[in-house]
């Protein structure tokens, strides 16, 4: 007697988000659009906003050879009609000039509604990074 197959779960909103940050990694913005509502609004530190996954993508390629996250967790605040997820950790990976950094701490604020992310908010400890590497600091 064969076993019925089981029925695939939809993903959580977590598991939304942690495959958007996998693919944006690879770099992959066009798989990570995929977990994006169209014209989702993505906010850099410093207020740079973006309306594509390709604008994080090309303004990382500025900042750094490559860079990666360490996800350490995801935090979920589910709401009636939304969830807002934060992934916290740090990131890793060269600078330009290609000095390997590690432990630069990140907050990513994530709104999902339906099943897709509708707004992305990034913060990080780059810019204060670059400035103490540029012998400036506050």
């Not at 939809?10 to 990570?32: C, F, G, N, R």
């Not at 996800?71 to 992934?87: K, L, N, P, Q």
Request: with cysteine.
């Amino acid at each position: 007697m064969s076993t019925p197959a089981k029925a695939e779960s939809p993903m959580t909103d977590a598991e939304i988000v942690e495959a958007y940050l996998t693919a944006s990694m690879i770099p992959d913005p066009d798989a990570a659009a995929a977990y994006m509502k169209p014209g989702t609004v993505i906010t850099f530190t410093g207020g740079r906003a973006f309306d594509h996954p390709r604008g994080p993508t090309g303004f990382n390629a500025k900042r750094y050879r490559w860079v990666k996250k360490k996800m350490d967790r995801f935090d979920v605040c589910a709401g009636a009609d939304e969830t807002v997820v934060y992934s916290v950790g740090t990131l890793y990976g060269e600078w330009m000039d290609g000095t390997p950094f590690e432990g630069n701490r990140y907050v990513d604020r994530f709104v999902v509604r339906d099943g897709q992310i509708v707004k992305m908010d990034v913060w990080n400890d780059s810019a204060e990074r670059i400035l103490v590497q540029r012998g400036i600091e506050a």
